[in-house]
């Protein structure tokens, strides 16, 4: 039986997209860009290259300082990306929105005894400042953060310390949930973990390896454990 879980972030429990449109758009408009709609979609073609090369072992945080840098200069607007970073980091760590239903799903899992943890890409006081501030903290016995860890999903070595300081968790007991297959997924499957791929959106998967699970609901990964 599945006693322990581990829960990726952004998207899974936190609504990370609500407050990153609202950072970039704010930085977008104080800094020249007149269409903003172009700006932010500009946006996130550059971030996602970013973060693909982050989970695949770059070093993060010179890539962080350069995707406003780049995207602004796409509108011929000369900016200082770290600075712009720094700016946009503030913004999110005061972004403690919460996905509807995600504090129920949480309370159900604790009242049936599993042991929770965090295990999440990101800079570590920004992930601990949301979690802290949506309330979500005190659902988890531990949490795990890639800036930390030194290593991002899907490498293994993210996954080392967990096992490393908490021994008793197996690949039998254990299971990885998160919503992004680049990342929780793949990183799961890397360790030998079972994980649920929360797809609210149903997405097709195009990529060659597999989920043990898929739910599109927090009540589907409720199906799944309980």
Do not use: C
């Not at 500009?42 to 072992?57: A, C, D, H, P």
């Not at 570590?124 to 930390?148: V, W």
Request: aromatic share 14%.
């Amino acid at each position: 039986m599945s006693k322990y879980i581990i829960f990726d972030l952004d998207d899974t429990l936190l609504d990370f997209q609500k407050g990153e449109v609202e950072g970039v758009k704010k930085i977008l408009k104080t800094n020249g860009v007149a269409d903003i709609h172009q700006g932010f979609s500009t946006y996130q073609t550059i971030n996602q290259k970013v973060w693909q090369q982050i989970e695949s072992g770059v070093p993060r945080q010179p890539l962080l300082d350069t995707r406003f840098s780049k995207t602004l200069a796409l509108f011929d607007i000369d900016a200082n990306g770290v600075k712009l970073e720094a700016e946009y980091r503030e913004m999110l760590n005061h972004n403690f929105y919460t996905l509807p239903g995600a504090t129920a799903l949480l309370d159900s899992l604790k009242q049936n005894d599993f042991t929770l943890f965090v295990g999440t890409n990101g800079v570590k006081k920004t992930q601990f400042d949301r979690l802290e501030g949506s309330g979500l903290l005190k659902y988890f016995d531990d949490y795990f953060i890639s800036e930390d860890i030194g290593f991002s999903k899907p490498s293994t070595e993210f996954f080392l310390p967990i096992f490393n300081k908490y021994q008793q968790l197996t690949r039998e007991n254990t299971f990885m949930i998160g919503d992004r297959l680049q990342s929780d997924i793949l990183g799961a499957n890397r360790v030998g973990l079972r994980s649920i791929w929360y797809n609210p959106n149903e997405m097709e998967n195009t990529f060659d390896y597999q989920p043990t699970y898929t739910a599109n609901s927090y009540d589907q990964i409720k199906q799944i454990l309980l």
